[in-house]
T-cell receptor, first 116, second 113 residues
Framework: AQKITQTQPGMFVQEKEAVTLDCTYD???????LFWYKQPSSGEMIFLIY??????QNATEGRYSLNFQKARKSANLVISASQLGDSAMYFC?????????????FGKGTRLSVIA | DTAVSQTPKYLVTQMGNDKSIKCEQN?????MYWYKQDSKKFLKIMFS???????INETVPNRFSPKSPDKAHLNLHINSLELGDSAVYFC????????????FGPGTRLLVL
């Protein structure tokens, strides 16, 4: 079984500062993918970034980067130069890559608040 | 163009009623999913369908019955609604490529009174 743990229920960050949202995972699969999603107060789920278990480089997408440490089973999201619009719930998720249609397993989320 | 759409967006109903939520995707994806987000924001898979075939049913009460008339649609029918069914229900779809994201609909906020 797969499990995602996000230990920070809430985080505050000053505008323009960087922030790291923690995510650890547990799986017996050798091949898997890790995802981060943002859910603003409007409720939609917005895909941010993906990291494959065999990817050698950490994923980056604009101001988002994923600090992937496979041996520690962690996949932390780093947001650089925080903006007020980054205030939202952030979910770490994973899925097995053994099949193309496995569902996502989500963590409980971290609520990020960006302060002006 | 909306990639994954759900109707209705809001649903308020009485206990014991039967209701349906519709989902459509225009992305040509083979797999569709229903997730439930509870009041604590926890998201959990309920069902997934691949080319109209049920492939995952995560111990959801049989009051919940998904139906996929074609691979672009996955509807969710709920019988005898209970207070605990109040949640946000998300439909999602994906190609059969594990490294690709799933695309989520806007969610349906169900409130059972």
């Amino acid at each position: 079984a797969q499990k995602i743990t996000q230990t920070q229920p809430g985080m505050f960050v000053q505008e323009k500062e960087a922030v790291t949202l923690d995510c650890t995972y547990d799986t017996s699969d050798q091949s898997y993918g890790l995802f981060w999603y943002k859910q603003p107060s409007s409720g939609e789920m917005i895909f941010l970034i993906y990291q494959g278990s065999y990817d050698e480089q950490n994923a980056t997408e604009g101001r988002y980067s994923l600090n992937f440490q496979k041996a520690r089973k962690s996949a932390n999201l780093v947001i650089s130069a925080s903006q007020l619009g980054d205030s939202a719930m952030y979910f770490c998720a994973m899925r097995s890559r053994n099949s193309g249609n496995t569902p996502l397993v989500f963590g409980k989320g971290t609520r990020l608040s960006v302060i002006a | 163009d909306t990639a994954v759409s759900q109707t209705p967006k809001y649903l308020v109903t009485q206990m014991g009623n039967d209701k349906s939520i519709k989902c459509e995707q225009n992305l040509g994806h083979d797999t569709m999913y229903w997730y439930k987000q509870d009041s604590k924001k926890f998201l959990k898979i309920m069902f997934s369908y691949n080319n109209k075939e049920l492939i995952i049913n995560e111990t959801v009460p049989n009051r919940f019955s998904p139906k996929s008339p074609d691979k672009a649609h996955l509807n969710l029918h709920i019988n005898s609604l209970e207070l605990g069914d109040s949640a946000v229900y998300f439909c999602a779809s994906s190609r059969d490529i594990p490294q690709e994201t799933q695309y989520f609909g806007p969610g349906t906020r169900l409130l059972v009174l």
